[in-house]
């Protein structure tokens, strides 16, 4: 059975860090990888999907890796500013559907 | 696309009351999910659909939840009777079978008192 963790469970940092958010999941034969940023009260906003054949995406800010043979991907957030306060979910597709880990939930502040 | 579409946003209702959840996912999308969301268990994943046939249900809690497509474009969640443990955030997500990206809806946020 497929397990998703989230490291840290919670962040606060000054704005203008440079963050790494790590997450973990048990097995290894996954489809893709999947980040998502949920603000309080708000659905989930997709951020970036990792593809297994892939090693990492990048959308502005934010850089996501993938390691499948070690169960790890880490998302990183470069000069974090107050707006990228929210939680932060991952989530592995190994059949068709989409198993989350518990977050990560960051809080940036001036 | 106006992205995955659910109704109501929020939901107030008594204990045994049935309740029902909709949900329209984007068009074109063959794969359509929906979740569950408190603080204690997180986000955890209900049933899921294929081409609208149900292809795992192992997340429904109880018998009292149950979910149908009729059609590519429609979806919903009942439960009944409702109990106040069922209160939490209920999402709908859509994707495309293979290429992996799901995209959610806003919730519907039900309170059973």
């Known amino acids: 059975k497929q397990e998703v963790t989230q490291i840290p469970a919670a962040l606060s940092v000054p704005e203008g860090e440079n963050l790494v958010l790590n997450c973990s999941f048990t097995d290894s034969a996954i489809y893709n990888l999947q980040w998502f940023r949920q603000d309080p009260g708000k659905g989930l906003t997709s951020l970036l999907l990792i593809q297994s054949s892939q090693r990492e995406q990048t959308s502005g800010r934010l850089n996501a890796s993938l390691d499948k043979s070690s169960g790890r991907s880490t998302l990183y957030i470069a000069a974090s500013q107050p707006g990228d306060s929210a939680t932060y979910l991952c989530?592995?597709?190994?059949?068709?559907?989409?198993?989350f880990g518990t977050g990560t939930r960051l809080q940036v502040f001036p | 696309d106006a992205g995955v579409i659910q109704s109501p946003r929020h939901e107030v209702t008594e204990m045994g009351q049935e309740v029902t959840l909709r949900c329209k996912p984007i068009?074109?999308?063959?794969?359509l999910f929906w979740y569950r969301q408190t603080m204690m268990r997180g986000l955890e994943l209900l049933i899921y659909?294929?081409?609208?046939?149900?292809?795992?249900d192992s997340g429904m809690p109880e018998d009292r939840f149950s979910a149908k497509m009729p059609n590519a474009s429609f979806s919903t969640l009942k439960i009944q009777p409702s109990e106040p443990r069922d209160s939490a955030v209920y999402f709908c997500?859509?994707?495309?079978?293979?290429?992996?990206?799901?995209?959610f809806g806003q919730g519907t946020r039900l309170t059973v008192v």
């Open positions: 659909f294929n081409n609208n046939v149900p292809i795992d």
């Open positions: 997500a859509s994707s495309l079978v293979g290429q992996g990206e799901a995209f």
């Open positions: 068009s074109g999308h063959n794969s």
């Open positions: 989530a592995v597709d190994n059949t068709d559907k989409l198993i």
